[in-house]
């Protein structure tokens, strides 16, 4: 949990400023720390051969698991939309603060339920 706390915490002081960071990647770091902050708490709930799986079967195969199924849609969809934010494209706006800001959110709601439903997996 000690990690993607840690993550988050960057992706915030990263939004709020509190690091040197040209602004014009201010989002798009953020993005990358707090997607970094969700993989680590889905790496935490890991179920079995899930472990060895890309990110995108991991979040599916959350959903199929009860005990993990309350954060499964939440974590897919803050997880497509960092992805989204993180990554470059010439046709595409850059993500804005405010965006970055409330997936940032989503996140920090996220970690502790999914290290709740962790604990659930390994009993």
């Known amino acids: 949990m000690a990690a993607a ?19 014009r990647h201010v989002a798009r770091l953020a993005a990358a720390l707090a997607r970094q902050a969700l993989e680590e708490a889905v790496e935490a709930v890991g179920i079995g051969a899930m472990r060895e799986a890309s990110m995108r079967v991991r979040l ?7 005990r993990t199924a ?16 993180c990554h470059h494209h010439s046709y595409e706006l850059a993500p804005t603060v405010d965006e970055v800001g409330h997936l ?9 339920v999914a290290y709740d ?6 009993r």
């Not at 706390?5 to 602004?23: F, K, T, Y």
């Not at 599916?60 to 009860?66: A, E, H, K, M, T």
């Not at 940032?104 to 502790?112: H, K, R, T």
């Open 5 to 23: 706390v840690i993550a988050l915490g960057h992706a915030r002081a990263v939004l709020d400023g509190d690091h040197a960071v040209p602004a």
């Open 60 to 66: 599916i195969g959350l959903r199929v698991d009860d």
């Open 70 to 85: 309350v954060v499964a849609a939440d974590a897919a969809l803050a997880w497509r939309g960092l992805s989204r934010a």
């Open 104 to 112: 940032i959110d989503q996140v920090a709601a996220l970690i502790p």
């Open 117 to 122: 439903a962790a604990a659930r997996v390994t």
